[in-house]
């Protein structure tokens, strides 16, 4: 019990070193993460199903060689790359955002740095620390929360090119 304690209160204490900024931050990690494993479990299960359904409606029609035939075949394609592809664009926002808002800390944590320089005349190193590590460390949570983001979403755009590659190839006009 103390040691979850003793977690909960290392975690806040880094929080409040990285000021208002880093909650956004965090807020903005939580979103992106939940998108790309909603999306991998997408992949993995819902998408799975629908890909079945669309392959044996496919597969039951007579007649696959008219224009007719060829051009339900790329509705059915693209109705299934628009799911395919839904939050990718919004997760790729998110990753872009993450190092902006570390930014966003950064330079909230130099404004503390230079009002403390003004308040003191420059020579209170101690007191010019907090505000410091208010700009680095948002900074840095910024740099981690995109890298991690970049990771995440090349993986799910790997995983959605080959299942529309392999949705094309299923879908064969006779």
Request: proline residues 2%.
């Amino acid at each position: 019990m103390y040691l979850l304690q003793d977690m909960w209160e290392g975690v806040w204490d880094f929080m409040d070193l990285g000021g208002t900024v880093l909650w956004f931050l965090f807020g903005l990690a939580v979103v992106m993460w939940a998108l790309l494993v909603e999306r991998a479990w997408y992949y993995k299960t819902g998408l799975k199903k629908e890909m079945a359904h669309i392959l044996q409606d496919w597969d039951g029609r007579a007649e696959r060689k008219s224009k007719r035939a060829h051009q339900i075949r790329q509705k059915l394609i693209s109705q299934v790359s628009m799911q395919i592809d839904q939050y990718l664009p919004l997760i790729k926002t998110l990753i872009a955002l993450a190092p902006l808002f570390g930014l966003l800390g950064t330079v909230t944590g130099m404004i503390r740095v230079f009002e403390v320089m003004a308040l003191t005349g420059g020579g209170d190193a101690k007191a010019m620390s907090s505000g410091v590590s208010m700009a680095t460390i948002p900074t840095m949570a910024g740099m981690v929360t995109a890298l991690s983001g970049v990771f995440g979403f090349t993986y799910l755009e790997k995983l959605a090119k080959t299942e529309k590659q392999l949705l094309e190839d299923n879908l064969n006009l006779d």
